[in-house]
């Protein structure tokens, strides 16, 4: 009985020391994260698409310009 006890308070007590060196862990990441999230978030909303229109029969050009591919000729 009473090494049941010992073993849950052991358990809570490393749960404990677990839960806190996560957070000083975070606290730590939490500028560079900070900046990887607007990185991300500038390249998904940029403004590199093509604006133009495209032929009613589709060109190499317009297939290279969907692809994101080089066109050598």
């Known amino acids: 009985m009473a ?6 308070g052991l358990t809570v007590a490393a749960a404990g020391f677990a839960g806190h060196y ?3 862990a975070m606290k ?4 560079q994260v900070k ?3 607007q990185s ?3 390249s998904a909303f940029s403004d ?4 133009g229109g495209f032929e009613p029969q589709m060109t190499k050009w ?7 591919v080089s ?3």
């Open 3 to 8: 090494s049941a006890v010992v073993a849950v």
């Open 28 to 31: 730590h990441m939490e500028p």
């Open 62 to 68: 317009e297939a290279a310009l969907i692809l994101g």
């Open 48 to 51: 590199t698409n093509y604006r």
């Open 22 to 24: 996560s957070l000083q």
């Open 35 to 37: 900046q990887v999230f």
């Open 71 to 73: 066109l050598l000729i």
């Open 40 to 42: 991300l978030l500038k």
